[in-house]
C-alpha cells in the first residue's frame, strides 16, 4: 500500500503542476494539455479506488490512519478535477462569446436588404445570460471549494483527536473490549438526545396547536 499511496501522490503533485500551465497555453493547443491532465486524473482516481481496498484490509491499529490518508488524497484529486472544469467552463465561454464577436462583425448589409438592422439586444441579453452562467458556475465552484478546505480541516482536527485518544487509551491501558462499550455507550445517548428532543418537538407544538 505505501509504493501505491507514495505513487499517487507524485502524481497528485505532477497534476498541480501542470494545472499552473494552462492558462499560458496556446490556444491551439490547450485542449491537448486539458485531455492528459484529465486522463491523469482518471488514472488516479483508479489509484484511490485500489487504495480504499488496500486500507480497508490493514490491521485495525492502522486502518483508521490508512483510510484518513487515502481520504486527503481523495480530496485532492476531487479539487483538481473541479479546478479542471472550471477552467475547461471558463474557456468554452470565451471561445463563444469570440464567435459570436467574429459573426456579428463579420455581417454585411445591402441597400436591397429587406431588413438592415442588427439584433443587438437580443445578442446583448445572451451575452448577459451567458455571463450570469459564468458567474453562477464560478460562484458554485468557489462554494465547493471551500467545502472541501473545511473538510480538510475537519479531517485534521478529527485525526488529531483520534490520535490523542488512541494515546490515551494507550497509557491506561484500556482493552479494544472497553473502548467498544464507550463507542456504543456514546451511541446510546445519541439517540438517547434526539428521542428527547423530538419528543419536547411534539409537545411543544402539542402546546400550541390546542392550547394556543
Known amino acids: 500500500m505505501e509504493t501505491l499511496y507514495h505513487q499517487t501522490n507524485k502524481q497528485i503533485q505532477e497534476v498541480q503542476s501542470l494545472m499552473g500551465h494552462l492558462e499560458r497555453t496556446e490556444r491551439d493547443s490547450v485542449h491537448l494539455l486539458e485531455n492528459e491532465l484529465q486522463a491523469r486524473i482518471d488514472q488516479i482516481f483508479n489509484h484511490l479506488e485500489r487504495l480504499e481496498i488496500l486500507a480497508s ?21 476531487q479539487h483538481l478535477q473541479a479546478a479542471l472544469r ?51 458556475m464560478d460562484d458554485l465552484l ?48 445519541k439517540f438517547i438526545m434526539i428521542g428527547g428532543m423530538l419528543l419536547t418537538c411534539a409537545f411543544i407544538f402539542l402546546v400550541i396547536r390546542y392550547l394556543a
Do not use: C
Not at 472550471?86 to 469570440?98: G, M, S, V
Open 57 to 77: 484490509k490493514e490491521p485495525p491499529n492502522r486502518r483508521q490512519n490508512a483510510k484518513l490518508r487515502v481520504d486527503q488524497l481523495k480530496y485532492d484529486a
Open 86 to 136: 472550471n477552467f475547461q467552463h471558463r474557456r468554452y465561454a470565451k471561445e463563444a462569446q469570440e464567435r459570436e464577436r467574429e459573426e456579428l462583425m463579420s455581417r454585411t448589409f445591402t441597400t436591397n436588404d429587406a431588413d438592415t438592422s442588427i439584433p443587438i439586444d437580443e445578442t446583448l441579453q445572451f451575452n448577459s445570460g451567458l455571463h450570469n452562467a459564468h458567474r453562477g
Open 142 to 189: 468557489g462554494s465547493g471549494s471551500s467545502m472541501l478546505n473545511g473538510l480538510r480541516d475537519q479531517r485534521g482536527t478529527l485525526k488529531g483527536t483520534h490520535k490523542k485518544m488512541l494515546d490515551v487509551a494507550n497509557m491506561l491501558g484500556l482493552s479494544n473490549t472497553v473502548m467498544r462499550l464507550i463507542e456504543r455507550r456514546a451511541t446510546h445517548d
